[in-house]
């Protein structure tokens, strides 16, 4: 079995990751703080034209008809360079949520052409992650009531901002009353799609995490190689070195975790538990591991407001919590570990090799 990605998927993600590098630039981060809605219209409008928001929506109903696989190099590369946007989170849970429900519920199937074409935005809650970033540009939103799923319009519900360490962030608090009008999904369907999008959810940012473990290590490289100190640049100095090489240790045995459960959720999204919190906590580590050891190469400089590294910095320690902190998921892991049958061994990497296939 080849475990590479294909040369499709590669190209699309390079061409994806030069034009985040080119658009998504630390000055123009800081420029939007100071703004209302803290986006950036040009970089939505090429990300759109690019077609990653309705790249899981099967192709039937108007999408692109790919998978997690071919989505999680483009998520790592949106952390990479700290991407303020929702867009992964919009691809690997609004869009995938809509589409289910559509396939039952003429109100859903109502809207999807809608949010294919750009003309509506949708925000999804959880109750796992009931804060909804850039929530007060949604048209539509999915809420949880237990195991039911609600469909709700703008002007059903009450937003309250919500303070986050990230200032890219713009987070919100979706306050509403459930109604059997609203309900679009309950019981044990209703209960499959929420831990799907819970799965896809904490797939989107563990690959984020990645990228900005990734990009927090680059900026200490180049910063150590500029700074100098007796003479010398510090990264020459073998205590530096050990700090980054820690780093891109944690982060090279973090990958394989998370392009497996990119993987799993692509074969079954309900399903994929124990892949996607292995994921997450590797990932989450990596990534806070790059946070201090970069901190420690800045020195001074990096506690302060000028130092672009914060903005790496803040954004790892919010998505580390975000779709589930590392307790969580590491009781969903020792909740699978321990479960009679639990398929363990590198032989169970991808499931069982027979028609009973088991990824949770």
Known sequence: MDFSFSEEQLEFHNAVASMLRNEV??????????????????????????????MLVPEEQGGLGLTAVDIVLIAEAAGQVALPESIINDALVCAPLLAELALDNERCAQLLPQLLAGKIRLGVGHLINPYINFGADRDWFILPQGDEVHLVARDEVMLTPVGSV???????????????????????????????????????????????????????????????????????????????????????????????????????????????????????????????????????????????????????????????DAGFHKNRVHQWLLREGALTGPEYSFGRQDEELSYA
């Open 166 to 324: 990230d200032p890219s962030r713009r987070l919100v608090r979706v306050d509403w009353t459930a109604s059997e009008k609203s309900c679009v999904a309950s019981g044990n369907y209703g209960a499959k799609l929420w831990r799907a999008a819970l799965n896809r959810g904490a797939l989107g940012a563990a690959a984020q995490l990645a990228g900005l473990a990734q990009g927090m290590i680059e900026r200490a490289v180049n910063y150590s190689m500029d700074r100098e100190q007796f003479g010398k640049a510090i990264g020459s100095f073998q205590a530096v070195k050990h700090l980054m090489a820690d780093c891109a240790t944690r982060l090279e045995f973090a990958r394989p975790p998370l392009y497996r459960s990119a993987y799993t959720v692509s074969v079954a999204a309900e399903r994929a538990d124990y892949a996607i919190s292995h994921a997450k906590v590797a990932t989450g580590e990596a990534a806070l591991l790059a946070a201090r050891n970069a901190m420690q190469v800045h020195g001074a400089m990096g506690y302060t407001w000028e130092c672009d590294l914060q903005i790496w910095m803040k954004h790892a320690w919010a998505l580390d919590k975000a779709w589930g």
């Open 25 to 54: 630039t630390p000055e123009r981060i800081r420029a939007r703080w100071d703004t209302e809605s803290g986006a950036d219209a040009e970089v939505e409008k090429q990300i759109a034209e690019m077609g990653i928001p309705i």
